[in-house]
T-cell receptor
Framework: DQQVKQNSPSLSVQEGRISILNCDYT??????FLWYKKYPAEGPTFLIS?????DKNEDGRFTVFLNKSAKHLSLHIVPSQPGDSAVYFC????????FGTGTRLTIIP | DAGITQSPRHKVTETGTPVTLRCHQT?????MYWYRQDPGHGLRLIHY???????DKGEVSDGYSVSRSKTEDFLLTLESATSSQTSVYFC??????????????FGPGTRLTVL
């Protein structure tokens, strides 16, 4: 039973445009949500997070939106850059982290 | 970068053989985790530790055991490797284990192939 889902395995975006990565979850008890970025042959690195009591958190080019009623999380990257090409995992916490399956983002120069 | 190393980085072994993966940290963090990453599954928690000699199971712990005799080392053992354990294994560390104020830092991973 996948409690955290990323339904798009891959996404291609033109450089300079907005990238939107989506994540859905089923457990309303999750209290914190995180996004990790992963390059090939490296471990995931923390990108941005949001508490369940907020609906938006911004850090530079990265913004995470949380819609609790829809149990939906999204990551916006504006503007997209070639170095953003990676696999992005969303994760939800309830004592431990539950990860989604990942979305491979490719930025086209 | 958090000081986390994993060894070996790559390993090929045969079904039925024992395998031990090592995670070493220099951050003196209390929490350590072992995950596996497989296509279509993302990262799944195998075992974690919240202190020396204190460990607990994750969602995919069957066939795996762990030990933590020192703060800096967390060992993952496959007693008798099976082909279903072919995967990329990541170690992670965290200072408090509270994700509201903390985050997990991941090691570079170990690619394990069981033939």
């Amino acid at each position: 039973d996948q409690q955290v889902k990323q339904n798009s395995p891959s996404l291609s975006v033109q450089e300079g445009r907005i990238s939107i990565l989506n994540c859905d979850y089923t457990n309303s008890m999750f209290d914190y949500f995180l996004w990790y970025k992963k390059y090939p042959a490296e471990g995931p690195t923390f990108l941005i997070s949001i508490s369940s009591i907020k609906d938006k958190n911004e850090d530079g080019r990265f913004t995470v939106f949380l819609n609790k009623s829809a149990k939906h999380l999204s990551l916006h990257i504006v503007p997209s850059q070639p170095g953003d090409s990676a696999v992005y995992f969303c994760a939800a916490s309830l004592e431990k982290l539950t990860f989604g399956t990942g979305t491979r983002l490719t930025i086209i120069p | 970068d958090a000081g986390i190393t994993q060894s070996p980085r790559h390993k090929v072994t045969e079904t039925g053989t024992p395998v031990t993966l090592r995670c070493h940290q220099t951050e003196n963090h209390r929490y350590m985790y072992w995950y596996r990453q497989d296509p279509g599954h993302g990262l799944r928690l195998i075992h974690y530790s919240y202190g020396v000699k204190d460990t607990d199971k994750g969602e995919v712990s069957d066939g795996y055991s762990v030990s933590r005799s020192k703060t800096e080392d967390f060992l993952l053992t496959l007693e008798s490797a099976t082909s279903s354990q072919t995967s990329v294994y990541f170690c992670a560390i965290a200072e408090t284990g509270l994700f509201s104020t903390d985050t997990q830092y991941f090691g570079p991973g170990t690619r394990l192939t069981v033939l």
